[in-house]
């Protein structure tokens, strides 16, 4: 592996000597633009809204504004999707091998998203490009002489009865990489194939000895627990002892940082930690400068970016678009924004809203950071809580206690007098006496509108704290357990009630 090593940290250094970005942005997303409708203009979708009209307009981003509407998941599917599934060229040219679901965070089910040959490819593009920006971090060659683990969702995909197969988005990725990728890729698609979760991470750790882990890939919750699993089961002080070349995280899906003194607590050496933007409808984005969490835009591998402000000229007070927002190109937007992201992409979604609330953080190049999901945005009685508003009390809340509270859910519901509360469940080993009044007090400094909704409708915080165990009880009861699975912070009144009731069970 000392020789694969060397060529592989040769050829990346290599390839980021020829690489140039002479194109702006602007052009590179108008000519993503131009080449996503010239492939879509004979679908169904694209003789509807007239592509091939659109690509003969002067202004192709106002045209193409000006004539496709934005959609959500429930339009896009019922108008559009559904027939994919049947059907060839609906959204985009033939029809997809695979679906998607989504892991859930938001709606009442999973989505299904349809996943294309060319949407593969791109996904695989991006990660190139991240691969390729590792030589701005300049890491040892050990790293390149090491393996790669990647916790996904089960590789086992299930098949369809209209001839395509679906599973979770990380969990397609593995079932298609190439035969060459066994070389450096851990646990290998026959552990990755297994479908439950207990089993497929008791595998892991048995096998974990007999690997050379450089880098790690995975939502944070579940690598944590893998990990903390593989350390109990060979009585370890720390992950390194097994892994002494382990050196890079890839982490995604969630808000790393109420995970990080856990992940520092089971590390001997520090771990350099890479942020990913990598969904079900495509990966979006990922850190390629050192010393940062911020994310590059992939602005050149098969999507189209608009921007809705994430305020009242996009949304209302709930976090729902207007009818008619304020779109923004990536020539428009400002750094310190905060914006609803909408994707056009080659897996046929078209103007399509995420429902993920990006900030810039620099233009030069384009870097977002992921604050929130419009839905984790807390504001039935005008507290206008954002998710990264609260992420911030959470961890001042476990800094003041000394402690960590890794996971959290809150949501408003009435109390037995009828008036609104908000209800939060703290994942942790703290103690809860004294909890709801130090944690009003930190939303209370924290945001003048949280403030306000105390003094008026919102009559109180209620707080109750649970344990890991317990967590993963009312995951496995709810069939949230592993793989890229991620708990919805904010709840509604009806879910918050059912995760009451099961952690309440004797």
Known sequence: MAIIGKLVKAGIDLTSKFQTEDESPQNAQENQLRELLTQAKNTAFGKYYGFGEILKAEDLISAYRQEVPIFNYDNMHEQWWCRQERLEDITWPGKPDFFARSSGTTGKSSKRIPITKEFLASMRSVGSSMINSLHEFDFPETLFESEVLMLSSSASLEDNEQGFKEGEISGINVSNFPGWFDIFYRPGKEIASISDWDERVEAIAAQ??????????????????????????????????????????????????????????????????????????????YTGTPDTMAMKLALSHGYFFEFIPFDKRGITDSGELLSDPLVLGIDEVEVGEEYVLLLSSCAGAWRYTIGDVVRFESMEPPQIKITGRTKFFLNVVGSQLSEEKMDKAILELAELYGTTINEYMVGAIKNEHGDYIHQWVLVSDIKSEGLADKLDELLKSANKNYAV?????????????ISKDQYTNYLSQTNKKGGQTKTPKVMVAEKMEKLLKIINQP
């Open 208 to 285: 974990a000895p007999n690997w050379n882990i450089g880098a790690i890939a995975g939502i944070p919750s579940w690598v944590l627990l893998m990990l903390q699993r593989i350390i109990a089961r060979h009585e370890l002080t720390t992950i390194h002892e097994i892994w002494p070349n382990f050196q890079v995280y890839a982490s995604g899906g969630v808000a790393f940082e109420t995970y990080r003194e856990d992940f520092e607590a089971i590390c001997k050496t520090p771990v350099t930690i890479l942020d990913t933007y990598l969904a079900s409808e495509g990966f979006i984005a």
């Open 453 to 465: 909704a105390r003094s008026k409708a919102l009559k109180g915080i209620s707080v109750k704290v």
